[in-house]
T-cell receptor
Framework: AQTVTQSQPEMSVQEAETVTLSCTYD???????LFWYKQPPSRQMILVIR??????QNATENRFSVNFQKAAKSFSLKISDSQLGDAAMYFC?????????????FGKGTKLSVKP | DAGVTQSPTHLIKTRGQQVTLRCSPK?????VSWYQQALGQGPQFIFQ???????QRGNFPDRFSGHQFPNYSSELNVNALLLGDSALYLC???????????FGSGTRLTVV
């Protein structure tokens, strides 16, 4: 069974600084998707960034970028120029590729605090 | 464009009771997935509905059931509520079950 592990329950970063959140996963599949979701106190899961495993290039969305190491099964999220609004729970998630395998498998999350 | 709408926002039920949660998917989406998020945990997949049928199910007992209507909206039913069912229930919609899931803000269920 696939699993997702986030080893950092909490992280803290100074405003305008850079922080990296870690995620590892376990799967025997070769094709899959990886995601980072942000969950602020409003509770809604917001997609931050998505990575297709067959793509070697790391995904980037504005201040958010990932370091995808397929062989190591590692998928870390880097937030640059951190802002107060980045404070939230961050979840790493995995989904198999193709067919009707629609379910996301989440890690336990990392609580990010941003200090002014 | 409305996103995913869930109702009610909060709910308090007594052990043994039954509850129904509702979800309206994002416009253009035809697939609805339900997740249970216990306090301090990541969401756990309950099931997914597509074309009014349960397409995939996670490791949840039969007390958890669902339905999808022709307009793609969905209901999650939980029978014989236990204290351990207290959680945030999230609905996510997508087109064809592909990536690009949009989540609602969830229903906070408290069982007392």
């Amino acid at each position: 069974a696939q699993t997702v592990t986030q080893s950092q329950p909490e992280m803290s970063v100074q405003e305008a600084e850079t922080v990296t959140l870690s995620c590892t996963y376990d799967t025997s599949e070769s094709d899959y998707y990886l995601f980072w979701y942000k969950q602020p106190p409003s509770r809604q899961m917001i997609l931050v960034i998505r990575q297709e495993a067959y793509k070697q290039q790391n995904a980037t969305e504005n201040r958010f970028s990932v370091n995808f190491q397929k062989a190591a099964k590692s998928f870390s999220l880097k937030i640059s120029d951190s802002q107060l609004g980045d404070a939230a729970m961050y979840f790493c998630a995995y989904r198999p590729y193709g067919g009707s395998q629609g379910n996301l498998i989440f890690g336990k999350g990392t609580k990010l605090s941003v200090k002014p | 464009d409305a996103g995913v709408t869930q109702s009610p926002t909060h709910l308090i039920k007594t052990r043994g009771q039954q509850v129904t949660l509702r979800c309206s998917p994002k416009s253009g989406h035809d697939t609805v997935s339900w997740y249970q998020q216990a306090l301090g945990q990541g969401p756990q997949f309950i099931f997914q509905y597509y074309e009014e049928e349960e397409r995939q199910r996670g490791n949840f007992p039969d007390r958890f059931s669902g339905h999808q209507f022709p307009n793609y909206s969905s209901e999650l039913n939980v029978n014989a509520l236990l204290l351990g069912d207290s959680a945030l229930y999230l609905c996510a919609s997508s087109y064809g079950g592909r990536y690009g899931y949009t989540f609602g803000s969830g229903t906070r269920l408290t069982v007392v």
